[in-house]
């Protein structure tokens, strides 16, 4: 059964920090990343890192997230500095499986962070 179970969310004034964690267990990801989705708009992109340490960042983000991964460990971790109070939003850890078909992605439930001005 793959699981994919996200840590480190919660409550954190403007300019603060935060560090979120995803475990994944039952599958070895290529891809893996962070989404998020503030109420009433449409999941964004925040980052993502390859198998290989690539990494992509939403254009909101950059300069104050950083993505890592511990592959040894099957985890993500996401690294929030200089929070915002429209960073406020639910972050979903993402990952992807290539394969010779096409890709699959599969996503944990999701950790509240709230950003107080």
């Known amino acids: 059964q793959v699981q994919l179970v996200e840590s480190g969310g919660g409550l954190v004034q403007a300019g603060g920090s935060l560090r979120l964690s995803c475990v994944v267990s039952?599958?070895?990801?290529?891809?893996m990343g962070w989404y998020r989705q503030a109420p009433g708009n449409q999941r964004e992109l925040v980052a993502t890192?390859?198998?290989?340490?690539?990494?992509n960042y939403g254009d909101s983000v950059k300069g104050r997230f950083t993505i890592s991964r511990d592959n040894a460990k099957n985890t993500v971790y996401l690294q929030m500095n200089s929070l915002k109070p429209e960073d406020t939003a639910v972050y979903y850890c993402?990952?992807?499986?290539?394969?010779?078909?096409?890709?699959?992605?599969?996503w944990g439930q999701g950790t509240q962070v709230t950003v107080s001005s």
């Open positions: 993402n990952g992807v499986v290539y394969n010779i078909g096409g890709s699959r992605d599969y």
């Open positions: 039952g599958i070895r990801l290529n891809r």
């Open positions: 890192i390859s198998s290989g340490g690539t990494t």
